[in-house]
């Protein structure tokens, strides 16, 4: 069974930090890209921060400089470190792993979600 897991979310004030960790089954193999996306209340879900195989990340316009993501390889696991929080950047955040089960498709997984809520 493929598990995407994330943990870390919770309540903090504005400025305040939070680190949030996913991590996905060891059953998926040949990751690519590993990704964080959030989706506010009544909004769409937007991409917040993607980090490729080679190591390569791209942010948001509206966390850049503020959040950091970086991934394990060898754990199948992605973390996204945020700074400075802000109350637009409450949200249930998900995260996506791009990969492979035994011998399927390459495709998209994704978790189930955690939230944070950022108090001003």
């Known amino acids: 069974q493929v598990q995407v897991v994330e943990t870390g979310g919770g309540w903090v004030r504005a400025g305040g930090l939070l680190r949030l960790s996913c991590a996905a089954s060891?059953?998926?193999?040949?990751?690519?890209?590993m990704a964080w996306y959030r989706q506010a209340p009544g909004k769409a879900r937007e991409l917040v921060a993607i980090i490729h195989q080679d190591g390569r990340t791209n942010y948001s316009d509206s966390v850049k400089g503020r959040f950091a993501i970086s991934r394990d390889s060898l754990k199948n696991a992605v973390y996204l470190g945020m700074g400075s929080l802000r109350s637009d950047d409450t949200g249930v955040y998900y995260c996506r792993v791009n990969g492979v089960l035994g011998f399927g498709p390459r495709r998209d997984y994704w978790g189930q979600g955690t939230q944070v809520t950022v108090s001003s």
């Open positions: 060891e059953n998926i193999h040949s990751i690519n890209d």
